[in-house]
């Protein structure tokens, strides 16, 4: 039966590719369609014919069949032989009730094996031993939902039906059997046996063998039966780990594919993480992996620089190529990471692929899901232990040291909160007793900064969609709403996004027309005049320093280092968030159009054309109350905005097309079924534009109408608005159009031998003119070769604890182009210029005619397994990939026009061991009284990823691979050493604390050794100095990540978690004052581990905070005078700035997280049935619950870094209620 099985499902496979996919869904409760092929007999119940023959042979019956269904006959010549003539004049009948009326008068009978109907002589039986009746019922699964397309025969009789769309059926009982058989792709057989009943109703429950036997994955250009995969693909369905309060699929993603490194550095509405699969494969190239959705390559819908993107500190809010896309219309998740899976995508895949599939409509009645989903996120608290600050008791106390040691900040003219009330009583404008009073106040008042600027907030969202159809026509249709509400005051992001897909077939074609669409209004603060954002503000701001004043007005005050003159720079946070805001609306659109045409029974052509549009404006404001605006004012000489606000607004415009030709073969090249050969051939052309159109203006009115002001000519003529006129001179839009073509070619082909041995190629040629004047490197070909080995049907085939046990094998070569390259130098024509009464004209793109494509080889060695009827199951795997010719930037001299260029001199490895395990210990699918038992299911996943730069080093001593770096490079990370993994960064030697003042020391850089360490360095370069001075720190970048998830169900209820681990990296602690030089102005807060600083000679012995600086003037390490002197630069001036970039600074980033936690219930059918509804559930979800880290980190949360110029938002837990109805 086994055997036979796998025959039918091989069947099926070579006669109807293009349904392949629909075998994958979870949710089998709608598709009959594909059941249909799983019995020989009932393969036609929905393959309709229309003939007119008039006295045609059997023969020629059959090739007129064959011609309108493309079904094959098998039939010995003999049996025809004494076949009479027939004609046949039927329109939309049924193929299997034509064959049974046709054969049956002619003596014969037919099965359906192997992708053929097979013709057999009928057997007679004696009249008197044959009675016949009907046998009626209905086939539903366990939630009471009919099974439409339910096999439906008896045992050792290929006689059957199929149910109907209600799941009823009808069948022709004869006394030479009692066992009734009910068969359903994805579903457990049932056997019921006949004594004298006319009705017979089943309830059949899912068979997850039976899934796991006809699992697809999707490679964007083709399905491909996982039996038959050779590459390294990941698949997760999406009911797997959508999760309630994470908005993006990105965000679902963590934890759960093995050598994806997850980084998400801020919490704020939209901000998009950082995704990177199998390590960096480019140094200066975009980093960031191909999404397809549907089979298209997805655009980012801003073309931000590589630069930019590959910043870890970058937070990008303006999203990604998926960013718009509903979560609830995805239907499975594939992401693939070597070379034999993604070299089919060309140059632009380097850095893996992930593939995205909507969902479908299903077969059966109209079907309507309502999900419904409140989310409350919680904003920062003081009493977080990630929020490790001074109280404004604590920072008096600062305050009051700073007087003691009659430390004087001499820039400021205006004191504020304790140090005013200290000030007044010592100048004697205040008595002791109203300076008690203040002081008391100041040290009570703990101004809740988080709850001023952050709330607590609710945000909701519904989708509702629409599934049904026949099997000639089927469709999916959406809408969905999101209001997501940050936790930032006025940020908040507004979805709308709508779905339609339509599948259908009508003879030999079948046809898909798809829409995605999505719009979306985004709010959020834009920085201060400082360049700080909200929480920064918050972070860094004196909880000793009121929010308003005690008759409830806002409390002004002077705003860091600034002088103050009347009320001109004064500063108050609501104001600025009050009259300053960044808009940010965006909507795409995509179109897709699929035509396949099935020419022969193992050929097919299928076209495919995509079009995607989006718009993306950004409007950032400040109006006149801004202290942005204020500070434009120069009292004195005129204002640079005397008028008004300033307006600024960055309209990016993005469309692109691609066109697609592919043809298909696929056969079984033997009548055992053991030779299988799938070749696909395609041509493929695609165009990606971007036009960019930046403005700033000034005299703008928010409040009255959106309006600018008028200038006149003799208003500026005046002195008074001399600036501003400079500045209009100066001020033009920006316009930057961006254009890319491709054109490309591709060709796999796999050939399979008895499920035991597979081969794949693959290759694909990509075109570029971007790259060099020889004609020889403006192609790449890229290709892979692969294999794989199926112990398991090799050496235990019949072994039923040997699911599945396979080798698989990889070697592939792929490459990379930079944008903004080319061999020819491109003038940009511009305006015309008034000061030298011409047109002018700059050099857009140096000519860079030797640059060529770097390259990747990647090597991939996986064993796959699933053991003891798949309760044990996973892929453990090593892969290794080297870029040659990896672009990096060379200094050179200025003379040339520029002072970098871009060169292929990098060569960069990746390695790592991955382990994806799946563990079902129990499955009590139904136990013994016929209800939901008890199930368990656990899948830990582990990545391990290690990527070194191994090129010649330009400099042997320090290993160095870049001609010019300086010592800020060292200590953020951005230096390149070969060997060194990328971002590893270092930091200065930390020794200890001055016994007669409390500052910082550092190994290699005492003051005892001055003399003789000025004189080596006098003859060592900056970076062998910084190399002297400093010490490795490690990587900023995770080297292991992974997640381990846990379901528990029994009955209607069920709990799943899912827990994030990181692993290798570190962090440096956030800075304890604002400006480093641990010497806080009035209204800056620090950080509490300043609570325990040095005060008084010997307190270096218990403690490595320093003191405070007490010095009007920073003070100098004994190389400040060297460094002013021009002869060597590896650190600032100051000992206390370098103190938070020393090693004490640098702690483990490693971190054990609660991604999420959820609940469910699920509503008991017999309740559903009663109110009319299909089904129904209840959830509830919490998401980012708690950390485990590093106790060093003290609190810090580790999304957080020192190494960034700002403290951003952590990741906020947040909690979640779903409902979610099926009609």
Known sequence: MKKKGLLKIRSFLFREPQKIVKIMKLNLLFIFLLSLNLSG????????????LKEVSMQEFFKAIKQETGISF??????????DRISVQVKDKYLDELLTDILGKQGLTFTYQNGAVIIKKQKVLPVTEEKQRFITGKVTDNKKLPLPGVSVYFKGMRVGTATDIDGNYKILMTDSTDILMFSFIGMKTVYKKYTGQNTINVIMEEDHTALEEVTVVSTGYQDIDKRKLTSSVVSIKMDDIQTAGLSTVTQMLEGRIPGMTFMQNSGQVGATPKVRIRGTSTIIGNQEPLWVVDGIVQQDPVNVDPAQLNDLDFVNLLGNAITGLNPDDIEQIDVLKDAASTAIYGARAANGVIVITTKKGKVGKPTVNYSLTGTFNRRPYYSDKEVYLMNSKQRVDVSREQFQRNMFFSNIL?????????????SGRIGYDEYKQQADYYETINTDW??????????????????????????????GYHDEKGVIRKEGKETFTSALKLNGTYKRFSFLFGVQFNTSEADHVPNDATGKNIVQYAYETSRAIPAYNPDGTPYYYTLGNLRSTANVNLFNMEEEMRNSKNHISSNSVTLTGNLRWQALDYLNVEGTISYQS?????????????YYIKQLDGNFDGSLCPLGGEWR??????????????????????REGKHFLNLSLGGEISSSKYNNLSLVERGYYEKRGRTFAQFTPDMLKSDEYSKYLSWLSSNFPGIQDNLTNLLSGYFTATYSYDNRYTLNFNTRMDGSNQFGSRSNEKLLPIWSISGRWDIGNEFWKDNANVNELALKLSYGKQGNMLDNQTSKMIIQKGAYDGWFDSFQSTIAHYPNPDLKWETTTSYNAEITFSLLQNKISGTVGYFYKKTKDAFLNKTISEVNGITNYVINKGTLTNQGVEVSLSFTPINQTVDSRGKRGFVWRFDPQIGQVVNSLVNKAINNKTNTVLDKITYSDFLNGTVQFSGKPLHTFYSYRFKGLSHEDGSPIYYGLEKEREEELNARFQLMSNEEICMEVMEESGTRVPVLQGGFSNYFGYRQFGLSFNFTYSLGNKIRLLKLCDDMTIRPYPVQNVRREMVNRWRQPGDEAYTNIPSLVTQNTLPQGWWGQYYYNGDYEFADVSPYRMYDYSDIRVVKGDYLKLQSLSFRYNVHESFCKKIGIQSAYLSITGTNLFTIANKALKGQDVTQSGSSPTINLSVRPNYSISFNVTF
């Open 450 to 479: 988080f709850d001023i600027l952050c709330k607590n907030s609710f945000s909701n969202k519904h989708t509702i969609s629409l599934s049904g159809g026949t099997p000639e026509f089927r469709y999916y249709a959406s809408f």
């Open 74 to 83: 098998l039939y010995n010549y003999s049996l025809l032989e004494d076949a």
């Open 614 to 626: 989006s718009r993306t404006n950004q409007e950032t404001t400040f109006n006149e109350k801004t």
């Open 414 to 426: 205006e004191w504020s909160g304790f140090e005013k009330a200290y000030t007044d009583y010592k």
């Open 649 to 670: 607004n960055v309209d990016t415009r993005q469309r692109s097309y691609t066109g697609r030709m592919q043809l298909n073969f696929h056969k079984t090249l033997d």
């Open 41 to 52: 007999n009932v393969f036609s119940q929905h393959v309709k014919v229309s003939l007119d």
